[in-house]
């Protein structure tokens, strides 16, 4: 008996979605859940961003996704919405829960989300391993798209007049193979 066209696309979308959950499944620690943040997790979030000394403006929650353990948020990080760009922002693992893949995970996840080229900044020479990593390479304040080029240039300022290591990174190549 032939299978029909539509069951057949179904049967390849159930098959591949499954995999990526098998594939995400196993990249998280046991009891770690990766899901868009929703209103109860604005203080969290803001907390965890307020920590980190990140920039705790434009928290806007529909665009983050959270990774929660126990009930906890342990993990954020959102993608800001800018015209013809975005950007990887307010990345942030709680500190007891660093250097165990949680924040490989969320940007991997972030990466994926993203529609439009994508782009973020990075203070130091750790980070800035840690998104090359990722896919990210650096580029300069002239490259950046017309609608990121004010909210960037703050820090190219202090990179310039205080000598701030930030950099200026652009999504663009295949993500390298931390894990
Ligand atoms: C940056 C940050 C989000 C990374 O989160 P994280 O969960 O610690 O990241 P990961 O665990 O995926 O990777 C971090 C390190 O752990 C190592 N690591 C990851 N998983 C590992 C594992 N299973 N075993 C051993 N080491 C591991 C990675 O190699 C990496 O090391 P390196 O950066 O020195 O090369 C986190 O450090 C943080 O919240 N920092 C403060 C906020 C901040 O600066 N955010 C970035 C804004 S641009």
Same mark, same amino acid.
Request: proline share 5%; hydrophobic share 40%.
């Given at each position: ?5 539509? /069951?057949?696309? =179904?049967?390849?979308? %159930? ?6 959950? #098998? &594939? ?5 620690? +046991? ?20 920590? /980190?000394?990140? =920039?705790?403006?434009? %928290? ?6 959270? #990774? &929660? ?5 342990? +993990? ?104």
């Amino acid at each position: 008996m032939a299978i029909p066209q539509y /069951a057949l696309e =179904d049967i390849i979308t %159930l098959f591949t979605n499954g995999l990526h959950m #098998i &594939e995400q499944s196993y990249s998280l620690p +046991a009891g770690c859940i990766l899901r868009p943040a929703s209103a109860q997790d604005l203080w969290s979030i803001r907390k965890l961003v307020l920590r /980190a000394k990140l =920039d705790p403006t434009q %928290l806007r929650l529909q665009q983050f996704w959270v #990774i &929660e353990s126990e009930g906890q948020v342990v +993990a954020c990080g959102q993608l800001r919405n800018f015209s013809g760009a975005q950007e990887l922002g307010s990345l942030v693992v709680t500190p007891t829960w660093r250097d165990r893949g949680l924040g490989t995970f969320l940007a991997k996840h972030l990466i994926q989300k993203a529609t439009q080229p994508l782009y973020l900044e990075c203070l130091g020479k750790r980070l800035e391993k840690f998104y090359t990593c990722l896919g990210f390479v650096p580029i300069s304040w002239q490259e950046l798209p017309q609608s990121l080029k004010f909210k960037f240039g703050f820090s190219q300022l202090a990179r310039i007049l205080f000598k701030i290591p930030v950099t200026i990174m652009k999504q663009g190549s295949e993500i390298g193979g931390r894990r």
